[in-house]
T-cell receptor, first 112, second 115 residues
Framework: DQQVKQNSPSLSVQEGRISILNCDYTNSMFDYFLWYKKYPAEGPTFLISISSIKDKNEDGRFTVFLNKSAKHLSLHIVPSQPGDSAVYFCAASAYNNNDMRFGAGTRLTVKP | DSGVTQTPKHLITATGQRVTLRCSPRSGDLSVYWYQQSLDQGLQFLIQYYNGEERAKGNILERFSAQQFPDLHSELNLSSLELGDSALYFC??????????????FGEGSRLTVL
């Protein structure tokens, strides 16, 4: 069952513009959300997270927004850089649950 | 370098065979997670161990099993292999058992090809 969904398999943006990656979830018990970034031939690496008590978390060029009522989160990258080109995975977990569910990933390409 | 080590990096085998994938977590991490990534699929959660005990189970087939040893390394055993088992298998570790602080540190993965 796909409890975490990333409906856009790919996204292409121009360098300097904003990249917006979206993620939807179905399990209302999820209360912690993370974004991971994956380069080819490497494992995913943690990028940014947000707790359900917040609706926004910012770290440099990366901002994650959470809309609990819509069960939707998004990752904004501003400005986008060619080095941001990677696959981005959305993940979610629930307090006192011990697994983390991932979406299918979105491949971001930032063109110079 | 995440500090999580997975071996082997690549493995080619035939249908019906059995393989073992190995994972050494980051120093100090008690939790080990196994994920499967098939072509164009997300990371499918298989199983989690915490300090030697199974803590959570996901979409793991009965032909697959795992364990975590006293030194905290983990092995994922895949038996009666089928073509569809070809995938990238990731191990991840974390300090605690997951939950609100559940940042995972991933290894580079083991790519299994079943012919």
């Amino acid at each position: 069952d796909q409890q975490v969904k990333q409906n856009s398999p790919s996204l292409s943006v121009q360098e300097g513009r904003i990249s917006i990656l979206n993620c939807d979830y179905t399990n209302s018990m999820f209360d912690y959300f993370l974004w991971y970034k994956k380069y080819p031939a490497e494992g995913p690496t943690f990028l940014i997270s947000i707790s359900s008590i917040k609706d926004k978390n910012e770290d440099g060029r990366f901002t994650v927004f959470l809309n609990k009522s819509a069960k939707h989160l998004s990752l904004h990258i501003v400005p986008s850089q060619p080095g941001d080109s990677a696959v981005y995975f959305c993940a979610a977990s629930a307090y006192n649950n011990n697994d983390m569910r991932f979406g299918a990933g979105t491949r971001l390409t930032v063109k110079p | 370098d995440s500090g999580v080590t997975q071996t082997p990096k690549h493995l080619i085998t035939a249908t019906g065979q059995r393989v073992t994938l190995r994972c050494s977590p980051r120093s100090g991490d008690l939790s080990v997670y196994w994920y499967q990534q098939s072509l164009d699929q997300g990371l499918q959660f298989l199983i989690q161990y915490y300090n030697g005990e199974e803590r959570a189970k996901g979409n793991i087939l009965e032909r697959f099993s795992a364990q975590q040893f006293p030194d905290l390394h983990s092995e994922l055993n895949l038996s009666s292999l089928e073509l569809g088992d070809s995938a990238l298998y990731f191990c991840a570790s974390s300090v605690d058992s997951g939950g609100p602080t559940g940042e995972l540190f991933f290894g580079e993965g083991s790519r299994l090809t079943v012919l």
